[in-house]
């Protein structure tokens, strides 16, 4: 339950001492609404205009017949309320307890519903966290594979390169040692394979 935006603040406000489903409410425009919370919830069931000033206080009689208003000048205003304001209907403590009920219902539901809502923007925040950190590790492994792939073929580059500069070196290489072997046959015996 609540009310629609008004223009001017409320001062004081008290439930009715006979009726349950009765309220009562002073406001800075000088007016005193009465709400009865059965016949409408949504705009007071009675508002009188009793005076131009504001009215801070507000006292009603033990048998909710009369009310008294006091105003920010010090005016008093004494007010008879219609039987209907004052008499207690069959139902009407039962009604009153089911809508607080009811209301204490939908408190909890809304409680609720914002708790998981909450919860979700918590949940999604901590998702988009999670991608962003995954992301930067994924964008980290990738970096970290590029740079051993061109590490791996710088190497295997400079590899390339040196065994082509030393191509002419490797061959000269072999050729000498093809010499030095065909030049220790000519000195090796065959029969007990000792040199001469």
């Not at 920010?72 to 209907?84: D, K, P, R």
């Not at 607080?100 to 966290?129: A, D, N, P, V």
Request: net charge negative; glycine share 4%.
């Amino acid at each position: 339950m609540w009310t629609k935006q008004h223009m001017s603040s409320l001062t004081d406000a008290c439930w009715s001492p006979v009726r349950p489903a009765i309220f009562f409410a002073t406001k800075m425009d000088g007016s005193l609404d009465i709400w009865d919370y059965l016949f409408k919830q949504t705009d007071p069931t009675l508002s009188i205009q009793v005076c131009e000033e504001a009215l801070y206080s507000l006292c009603i009689h033990d048998q909710g017949r009369f009310v008294t208003v006091g105003s920010h000048e010090g005016t008093t205003t004494l007010l008879e309320l219609s039987e209907s304001l004052y008499t207690l209907l069959r139902h009407e403590k039962n009604a009153m307890g089911a809508m607080f009920e009811r209301e204490t219902k939908r408190e909890k539901i809304l409680e609720t519903r914002h708790k998981e809502m909450r919860l979700k923007e918590r949940s999604r925040s901590q998702q988009e966290k999670e991608r962003e950190e995954s992301t930067e590790s994924k964008d980290t492994e990738d970096l970290l594979l590029r740079m051993e792939h061109d590490y791996f073929a710088s190497i295997n580059g400079d590899i390339k390169d040196r065994e082509t500069k030393n191509a002419h070196l490797y061959q000269m290489f072999d050729e000498a040692l093809e010499t030095i072997k065909e030049d220790r046959l000519y000195f090796i015996d065959d029969k007990d394979n000792s040199f001469k």
